[in-house]
């Protein structure tokens, strides 16, 4: 699959790209021609937002991230932000911070590195 597909460009140029082709196929287009097409790419759309919507469900079940704000624990007095065990997700920090530190000495060797081959 493209990594970089679709690209990164800004929202409304993006959005820009899909009204201008949309534009240029309205002019060679009859009517029932355009519903045709507007009704593909709409299913087509719908399958792919489906597809994502079902993945995103999926991980967030891995992750043990997926808050439910109208179930009854949450509803009786239980935050949306805890998880069976009543932690707060946030309890992370000591991790976050170990990851930052480590990218703070990865990024100190990589200079060091660099240092040194700009010397040679």
């Given at each position: 699959m493209?990594?970089n597909?679709?690209?990164n460009?800004h929202?409304?140029?993006y959005?820009?790209?899909a009204?201008a082709?949309?534009?240029?196929?309205v002019?060679?287009?009859?009517?029932?021609?355009?519903?045709?097409?507007g009704n593909?790419?709409?299913?087509?759309?719908?399958?792919?937002d489906?597809?994502?919507a079902?993945?995103?469900?999926i991980?967030?079940?891995?992750?043990?991230?997926?808050?439910?704000?109208?179930?009854?624990?949450?509803?009786?007095?239980?935050g949306?932000?805890t998880t069976?065990?009543?932690?707060?997700?946030?309890?992370q920090r000591?991790?976050?911070?170990?990851?930052l530190?480590?990218?703070?000495?990865i990024?100190?060797?990589l200079?060091?590195?660099?240092?040194?081959?700009?010397?040679?």
């Amino acid at each position: 699959m493209l990594k970089n597909f679709p690209p990164n460009i800004h929202p409304t140029t993006y959005n820009l790209i899909a009204v201008a082709i949309g534009i240029v196929l309205v002019d060679d287009l009859n009517a029932n021609e355009q519903n045709s097409l507007g009704n593909w790419f709409m299913l087509l759309g719908q399958y792919l937002d489906t597809n994502a919507a079902q993945q995103q469900l999926i991980e967030s079940r891995i992750e043990n991230s997926n808050i439910n704000i109208n179930s009854r624990k949450s509803k009786s007095g239980g935050g949306p932000y805890t998880t069976d065990n009543n932690k707060s997700n946030q309890n992370q920090r000591a991790e976050v911070d170990f990851l930052l530190d480590a990218i703070d000495r990865i990024y100190q060797e990589l200079n060091s590195i660099k240092e040194q081959t700009k010397k040679n």
